[in-house]
């Protein structure tokens, strides 16, 4: 009875992990993805635009990682206890990244010289290749495996350091600038947008090439990745997502052709009807093609690893908590996140449209 | 010189977390206080439509944005050096404090960061009500975050409601027992009442800094009005709660009491130290100065109770510093009596109507601006060192609870921390005290991005422009 209850739980419970995981990958992961478009867009007005299109919701956005950290102590405090140490280097300059990042928001305005501005641009902008970097390193470490005796992390602290890390690193910080890209052309206008489609695009066949690359090597990395993807009848269910990953590739750049044909028509005519523009359905084509990309790339990961959660060997029952407390928590979070959810989107929709260049800064 | 010469990694990684959770307190202390005074003030010109509400609010909205920035970013570190550094208690205790974090983050900090976007950047967006509840939305969420994490400290300091497995982990038994443990309500309540006073201190010392420039500021006078009236009715409360939480420390872990009072030996009739060193070699607190029996009348209530001494208790059960625990206390309490006073000398000087004009006061407020800060400080060192060698008191220790991370991995990362702890927040603090320099006057503006960010296409909720009410109501004295 209770390994009944306990088994539903935890699959639950990874479910929601996984997910509070993904929510911060795609929305800090715009956020960071500005801050590595930074080196790129140099002129002040631009600069402050991108920031200011994510100042009210960056701070929600990162709370999804405090989440992901918390739940994975509340539900897996195992695995919380093993790859922690086991990153432990790249955990803990991520965290120092990210606090460069996100003081950078608050303290790039308050900078009362050219110089001082300067520097806090370069903390944010670094922050956040930082923080993207060495979350992909992490991703690539999990996946390889990471080396465990009598329930705790039995490796050097060196091990996370790996070309195939590396390689996950560098796309990473390829993807998040996608999405920030992908954002910019939804939430911005003119010059800036015409900029961010350009990078969209480069960065999109760059993004679609690394998916193709890590695809590659995951069957390389642990035997039951291998099993996963080509023994039948997995191979047919697996077979969809590939074709799927081009389609949305081929969408990507169709919705950023509309949009450039979009904003010829606007430079053309009177401005009108930008409002309509701002919408999802229009100039956000871009963004949610991109948010698909991940989500693809995220669940190929997690049919992958599945029920992994430390590879090669920790599947999600052996990692959980007690019942009582995964039951505990979760009382909470079927209440709780259904809110988070509707509120973190009342706030979005407060913020929507177009973020302008010519007003707010004097 | 070899590895083993240095600190081993159990000291680096106690000293880490020591760092890394003083630094981060500093900004909730002055947030959770500084969250409620903004819901008041607003609260306050909503219902009397005065422009010198608004622009107080205004005036500290931009410095708790600056602060809140780094409360939010400092915190993030430490929900993640519990894994990082302290593994296996998270491990064993993860099925308890686990879940406490984890209401923590779906109940405290989603509503915080969620609402704060609409609190620093919406009063021109959605309209005042809405504006208004935004803001007590994250006073609340900074009070529940602060619930959770003290209930999680809590258990871990006086453990109940759990049962031990048999490979040492703790299972949760009851969860109601579990976060009213104890320690709990007295614990949450004085560090609840030592944030407001942290924040009542610092806005008075701000308010007096201006006021000793310009009396006849009518922001900075209503800023040490209230700061006065907060000091004035919550320093003797906190020295009330401060009492109770001491007798319950007593009788859940007597040791550190024992420590904080420098007593050794067990006796009844024992004496209040005021002063001295206390010496673990010689088991002996050595130039102890300090008055006959009021110890035990204090933690006894009767002249000749018996107080446990430090000897009590095998060395392995004591706390490890114990001067640390001994001293800390000192300042603690004494920052306390100094905060009394300075309420009481508010009161006496606003009855006498000179509480905007009298310059010794105004400067022993700019003095006291930190005090808070430094006395929640020296309380939480007193907690924490106070109940080594345990993380969870009595049943885990501090060695076994530690990461199995290499010394120099530690000693890195915690040279890490120090360089980036140093230049950021060292820079945030400068910026904010470039803030209090400035006099908070008329038509405030509030943080610069929540200059309108106007999007295009949408036309603003009926709002609040720029000091509208200001003509309708304008202070008398400018």
Redesign the interface.
Same mark, same amino acid.
Request: hydrophobic share 50%.
């Given at each position: 009875m209770m390994a009944g209850i306990s088994l539903d739980l935890t699959l639950i419970w990874a479910l929601i992990i996984a997910t509070a995981v993904f929510l911060y990958v795609v929305m800090d992961g715009f956020d960071l993805g500005l801050g590595i478009l930074f080196p790129v867009v140099r002129g002040k007005p631009e600069r402050d635009v991108m920031v200011?299109s994510v100042?009210?919701?960056w701070? #929600?956005n990162?709370?999804w990682?405090?989440?992901g #950290?918390? %739940? =994975? =102590?509340?539900?897996f405090?195992?695995a919380? #206890?093993?790859?922690?140490?086991a990153l432990?280097?790249p955990?803990? =300059?991520m965290?120092?990244a990210?606090?460069?990042r996100?003081?950078s928001?608050?303290?790039r305005?308050?900078a009362?010289t050219p110089r001082g501005q300067l520097w806090w641009d370069r903390?944010f902008s670094w922050g956040s290749y930082v923080a993207g970097f060495l979350q992909g390193v992490m991703l690539g470490a999990l996946v390889q495996g990471i080396r465990v005796a009598d %329930? +705790?992390? +039995?490796g050097?602290?060196w091990d996370w350091l790996t070309p195939f890390s590396v390689f996950t690193g560098v796309a990473v910080v390829i993807g998040y600038g996608l999405l920030g890209a992908c954002w910019l052309v939804w939430r911005t206008?003119r010059a800036l947008q015409a900029e961010a489609r350009r990078f969209a695009r480069g960065l999109g066949l760059a993004t679609l090439a690394c998916i193709v690359a890590v695809s590659a090597a995951m069957p390389f990395l642990q035997p039951s990745f291998r099993d996963r993807w080509f023994t039948l009848p997995n191979l047919l269910l697996a077979a969809p997502v590939p074709i799927l990953v081009a389609l949305l590739g081929w969408a990507l750049f169709r919705a950023l052709g509309a949009a450039d044909r979009r904003a010829n028509a606007e430079a053309g005519g009177t401005g009108e009807g930008?409002?309509?523009r701002?919408r999802l359905a229009h100039d956000g084509m871009p963004f949610l093609c991109a948010l698909g990309l991940f989500g693809l790339s995220y669940a190929g990961l997690g049919v992958s690893m599945w029920p992994l959660i430390v590879p090669p060997d920790i599947t999600i029952w052996q990692a959980a908590?007690?019942p009582?407390?995964q039951l505990?928590?979760l009382v %909470?979070?079927a209440v709780?996140?259904p809110v988070?959810l509707a509120?973190?989107g009342y706030?979005y929709w407060?913020?929507?449209?177009?973020?302008?260049a010519d007003?707010?800064?004097? | 010189m070899t590895w083993p010469d240095l600190p081993s990694a159990l000291d680096l990684a106690r000293f880490q977390f020591a760092f890394t959770v003083v630094w981060h307190f500093l900004f909730p202390a002055f947030t959770i206080g500084l969250a409620s005074f903004l819901a008041v003030l607003q609260g306050l010109w909503l219902w009397t439509g005065r422009a010198l509400y608004l622009d107080s609010f205004r005036y500290w909205l931009k410095i708790f944005?600056?602060n809140f920035?780094?409360g939010?970013?400092?915190?993030?570190?430490l929900?993640?050096q519990?894994?990082?550094n302290w593994?296996?208690l998270?491990?064993r205790a993860?099925?308890?404090?686990?879940?406490l974090?984890?209401?923590?983050? *779906?109940?405290a900090?989603?509503?915080?960061?969620?609402?704060?976007?609409?609190m *620093?950047?919406?009063l021109n967006?959605?309209g005042k009500g809405l504006h208004f509840l935004a803001t007590c939305l994250v006073a609340i969420g900074t009070l529940g975050s602060a619930f959770w994490i003290i209930a999680a400290n809590s258990w871990m300091q006086t453990p109940t409601g759990h049962s031990v497995a048999a490979d040492g982990?703790f299972?949760?038994?009851d969860?109601w027992a579990i976060i009213f443990n104890p320690s709990f309500p007295y614990r949450f309540l004085h560090v609840v009442i030592a944030t407001y006073l942290t924040t009542a201190l610092i806005v008075g010392a701000v308010a007096a800094f201006h006021l000793l420039r310009d009396r006849a500021n009518e922001r900075a006078r209503l800023m040490l009005s209230m700061a006065m009236w907060m000091a004035l009715l919550v320093a003797p409360v906190q020295a009330l709660v401060g009492d109770a939480h001491g007798l319950n420390t007593l009788r859940h872990q007597p040791q550190k009491v024992a420590a904080m009072e420098g007593h050794w030996e067990t006796q009844r009739g024992a004496p209040l130290i005021l002063f001295g060193w206390p010496d673990a070699a010689r088991e002996e607190t050595r130039f102890a100065l300090g008055i006959p029996k009021l110890g035990s009348l204090i933690l006894g209530h009767s002249f000749d109770a018996e107080i446990p001494g430090l000897k009590a208790f095998p060395p392995e059960e004591r706390p490890t510093n114990v001067p640390l625990v001994f001293w800390s206390f000192r300042v603690m309490v004494g920052l306390g009596f100094l905060m009394i006073f300075l309420g009481l000398a508010g009161l006496w000087l606003r009855w006498r109507g000179r509480l905007y004009d009298t310059p010794w006061f105004l400067r022993w407020t700019v003095a006291m601006g930190p005090a808070g800060l430094v006395a929640v400080t020296a309380g939480w060192i007193v907690t924490e060192a106070g109940r080594q060698p345990y993380t969870v008191y009595g049943l885990l220790r501090t060695a076994d609870s530690v990461?199995?991370?290499?010394a120099?991995?530690v000693a /890195?990362?915690l040279a890490?921390?120090a360089v980036?702890?140093v230049v950021?927040?060292g820079?945030?603090t400068w910026?904010m005290f470039?803030l209090f320099r400035q006099a908070p006057h008329v038509h405030e503006e509030g943080?610069?991005?929540g200059?309108?960010?106007?999007? /295009?296409?949408?036309t603003p909720a009926p709002s609040v422009p720029h000091g509208a009410d200001a003509g309708r109501l304008s202070p008398a004295a400018e």
């Open positions: 200011n100042a009210p919701v701070d #929600g990162e709370t990682l405090v989440m #950290g918390g %739940g =994975l =102590l509340a539900v405090p195992t919380y #206890g093993i790859i922690l140490p432990y280097m955990v803990i =300059l965290l120092l990210l606090v460069f996100g003081v928001f608050e303290m305005f308050r009362e903390a %329930g +705790a992390y +039995a050097g602290w206008e930008t409002e309509r701002g908590a007690a009582s407390s505990f928590l %909470g979070a709780l996140i988070i509120y973190t706030v407060l913020f929507r449209g177009k973020v302008r007003q707010g800064y004097h | 944005a600056v920035a780094m939010v970013v400092s915190g993030i570190v929900s993640y519990f894994g990082t593994s296996v998270s491990q993860g099925n308890i404090i686990g879940p974090m984890g209401y923590e983050v *779906l109940t900090f989603f509503l915080e960061a969620g609402f704060l976007g609409v *620093l950047f919406g967006r959605v982990t299972m949760p038994d969860w990461s199995p991370v290499a120099p991995a /890195a990362s890490a921390f980036v702890y950021v927040f820079a945030g910026y470039r943080p610069p991005q200059k309108p960010i106007r999007t /295009a296409g949408i």
